[in-house]
T-cell receptor, first 111, second 114 residues
């Protein structure tokens, strides 16, 4: 079975541009999580969905960040406008209860 | 609140053993251990559940002290492939258990030399 799929794997953009990260969870999983990982702050949970419904977005740093899950097989994390401090690796993970399975991540660099 | 891991880093030679600890200020339902190799995603190792149930690998085991709200990961006869950053993720007793929302520690960097 395919694992969690994320795209793009790498994204380089300039400050002020819109960035959209995509995630396809493992089929049959009903929970989806978006994490951000940096050296300074470690692995932070941004938002998570259950059955396509956002449950907790308290980790979303600012209004510039938004996430959607229009159906069970697709989710997006959007940053608009992007800033250099948003540079990080963004992971998507999915689960059916536990454990969580992580995607390969998107390395975002904002210049 | 984020669980605290110790030590922050460990350097071993092949064949040596290591223990990584994870402490929480909250009463826990479960503790999850992950390993992340450089440039890769975290990979699930095992889960420790309240009540003592344990899953995982043979040479990598773990314990969960519910009263102390602590978990320890034991790596025996370490191999080069054990190198990476180990994270514990905790699930509190109060709230969130039904959706599996984990709070991760800051990680412990394990380096195994030949």
């Amino acid at each position: 079975d395919a694992g969690v799929i994320q795209s793009p794997r790498h994204e380089v953009t300039e400050m002020g541009q819109e960035v959209t990260l995509r995630c396809k969870p493992i089929s049959g999983h009903n929970s989806l999580f978006w994490y951000r990982q940096t050296m300074m702050r470690g692995l932070e949970l941004l938002i998570y969905f259950n059955n396509n419904v956002p449950i907790d977005d308290s980790g979303m740093p600012e209004d510039r960040f938004s996430a959607k899950m229009p159906n069970a097989s697709f989710s997006t994390l959007k940053i608009q406008p992007s800033e250099p401090r948003d540079s990080a690796v963004y992971f998507c993970a999915s689960s059916s209860g536990t454990p969580q399975y992580f995607g390969p991540g998107t390395r975002l660099t904002v210049l | 609140q984020q669980p605290v891991q110790s030590p922050q880093a460990v350097i071993l030679r092949e064949g040596e053993d290591a223990v990584i600890n994870c402490s929480s200020s909250k009463a826990l339902y479960s503790v999850h251990w992950y390993r992340q190799k450089h440039g890769e995603a975290p990979v699930f190792l095992m889960i420790l559940l309240k009540g003592g149930e344990q899953k995982g690998h043979e040479k990598i085991s773990a314990s969960f002290n519910e009263k102390k709200q602590q978990s320890s990961l034991y790596l025996t006869a370490s191999q080069l492939s054990y190198s990476g950053t180990y994270f514990c993720g905790t699930l509190p007793l109060a709230g969130g258990t039904s959706y599996g929302k984990l709070t991760f520690g800051q990680g412990t960097i394990l380096t195994v030399h030949p």
